[in-house]
């Protein structure tokens, strides 16, 4: 289905509007792209995928911080990333946060709730969009997941 990129992104991002503002969390959309560009995708599941990114971002991001939805060209393709002022993600666990049921630190998310299906969920929808995702992260300092959609 051909829908325009920045809208759907900017809507699905303003979603968290209220509850980034509850938490003193500076939530931003930013993006280069033209207005009319269209992308053919499932809006649906690219929906499931970014409310899935900002959800995290802002459930690990303390009061004060700030996460930042951006969408820029990336030679044919559009990124797209979340970025957050975050706890961060433990090194040695960077490679398996795609992993189904990974959770970092478990006595801490569990009070934090979720089923650690997430991400394995977004990659899944990401690559069937013929599309990547990856994540980078520093303890203490943020996170920053970024997904491409081919234009
Ligand atoms: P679900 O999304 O299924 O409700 P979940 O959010 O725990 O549950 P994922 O979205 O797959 O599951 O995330 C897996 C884990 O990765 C999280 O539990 C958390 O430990 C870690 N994580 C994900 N995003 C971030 C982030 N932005 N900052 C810090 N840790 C994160
Ligand atoms: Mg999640």
Redo the contacts with the bound molecule.
């Keep these: 289905n051909l829908v325009p990129l920045v809208p759907v992104l900017e809507r699905m991002t303003q979603k968290f509007a209220q509850v980034a503002k509850e938490k003193h969390v500076d939530l931003r959309f930013v993006s280069n792209i033209e207005e009319d560009v269209m992308v053919n995708i499932d809006e649906d599941r690219i929906e499931q995928v970014l409310t ?1 990114l900002v ?2 971002a802002l ?1 690990h991001t303390p009061i004060e911080g700030a996460v930042t939805v951006s969408a820029t060209y990336a030679k044919s393709y559009a990124k797209i990333e979340v970025r957050d002022t975050g706890i961060g993600i433990p090194k040695d666990d960077l490679p398996y946060v795609f992993e189904r049921f990974y959770k970092a630190d478990k006595a801490r998310t569990r009070s934090k709730g ?1 089923t ?4 394995a969920i977004a990659r899944n929808i990401v690559e069937a969009h013929n599309g990547n995702i990856a994540v980078t992260s520093v303890e203490k300092e943020g996170t920053a997941f970024t997904f491409y959609l081919p234009l």
Aim: no cysteine; hydrophobic share 20%; proline share 0%.
């Design positions: 899935n959800d995290n459930r979720g650690g299906l997430g991400l």
